[in-house]
Nanobody
Framework: QVQLVESGGGLVQAGGSLRLSCAAS????????MGWFRQAPGKEREFVAA????????AYAESVKGRFTISRDNAKNTVYLQMNSLKPADTAVYYC????????????????WGQGTQVTVSS
């Protein structure tokens, strides 16, 4: 089992920045590929960003490319999502996710999920 706890959400004005953190526990974090997803009210959950277990490979949704950066610190068992130039359309609950991976690649399906953190961007 892997436990994931997100933090760093909040209310920010359009154009502002936030950094989300996801702390993992329970297994060897460096063996796990990680991802960030989000779900806005009335919408399905959508992919935001992913990172391989070394951090050497990343992927982003087109809607956040150039504005968001995913990173990880395996020594701290933490994955981050730096969000810049935020827009009202970024308002959602943000979830981090984890899955064991044999290979150092980004993945798209995950086994473990956090409880989410709310991000609200005002216009």
């Amino acid at each position: 089992q892997v436990q994931l706890v997100e933090s760093g959400g909040g209310l920010v004005q359009a154009g502002g920045s936030l950094r989300l953190s996801c702390a993992a526990s329970g297994r060897t974090f460096s063996n796990y590929a990680m991802g960030w997803f989000r779900q806005a009210p009335g919408k399905e959950r959508e992919f935001v960003a992913a990172i391989s277990w070394s951090g050497g490979n990343t992927a982003y949704a087109e809607s956040v490319k150039g504005r968001f950066t995913i990173s990880r610190d395996n020594a701290k068992n933490t994955v981050y999502l730096q969000m810049n130039s935020l827009k009202p359309a970024d308002t959602a609950v943000y979830y981090c996710a984890a899955r064991y991976s044999h290979f150092d690649v980004v993945i798209w399906e995950y086994d473990y999920w956090g409880q989410g953190t709310q991000v609200t961007v005002s216009s």
